[in-house]
């Protein structure tokens, strides 16, 4: 997967490349923590029957593009369904934006670092990790 997180002083920072650049026609996407409303990290069981992809790709193991999921719009990015960063967003192109990050517990202290107003939850088996 070409999908690359960089969290800024201000915003969060979705570099995409390669194919999954071209199957969703996105090279970035910017997200200022001012638009975050929750994090949540831990497993986003893909809703087959219910989601409208837009563009990009879907297969039992990747999942990248911009997808309607009851009237609500996400991005989504990722091979592993059980390690995922999903970001609930207001005023924003996206209602959602779901990635999976190998080192989701640094990326969720920078973003709190850098804006403490941001609501965090977690699977119950997760709380004593992050």
Same mark, same amino acid.
């Given at each position: !997967?070409?999908?690359?997180?960089?969290?800024? &002083?201000?915003?969060?920072?979705?570099? +995409?490349?390669?194919? =999954?650049?071209?199957?969703?026609?996105? *090279?970035? +996407? $910017?997200?200022? #923590? =001012?638009?975050?409303?929750?994090?949540?990290?831990? %497993?986003?069981?893909?809703?087959? =029957?219910?989601?409208? $992809?837009? =563009?990009?790709?879907?297969?039992?193991?990747? $999942?990248?593009?911009?997808? !309607?999921? %009851? &009237?609500?719009? #996400?991005?989504?990015?990722?091979?592993?369904?059980?390690?995922?960063?999903?970001?609930?967003? *207001?005023?924003? /192109?996206? &209602?959602?934006?779901?990635? /999976?990050?190998?080192? #989701?517990?640094?990326?969720?202290?920078? !973003?709190? *670092?850098?804006?403490?107003? +941001?609501?965090?939850?977690?699977?119950?088996? /997760?709380? &004593?990790?992050?």
């Amino acid at each position: !997967m070409s999908f690359q997180v960089v969290a800024g &002083d201000r915003e969060l920072r979705l570099n +995409i490349s390669g194919w =999954t650049a071209a199957l969703t026609l996105r *090279k970035e +996407i $910017k997200i200022p #923590y =001012t638009s975050i409303e929750e994090i949540r990290v831990g %497993k986003f069981p893909f809703p087959w =029957t219910a989601a409208i $992809k837009r =563009t990009g790709i879907t297969t039992s193991g990747y $999942k990248a593009g911009i997808f !309607m999921i %009851k &009237d609500e719009k #996400y991005f989504l990015a990722y091979h592993n369904q059980n390690e995922v960063v999903m970001l609930q967003l *207001k005023g924003c /192109e996206f &209602d959602h934006v779901v990635f /999976e990050s190998s080192n #989701y517990k640094q990326l969720v202290h920078e !973003m709190r *670092k850098n804006c403490p107003s +941001i609501n965090i939850s977690q699977n119950e088996e /997760e709380e &004593d990790e992050i």
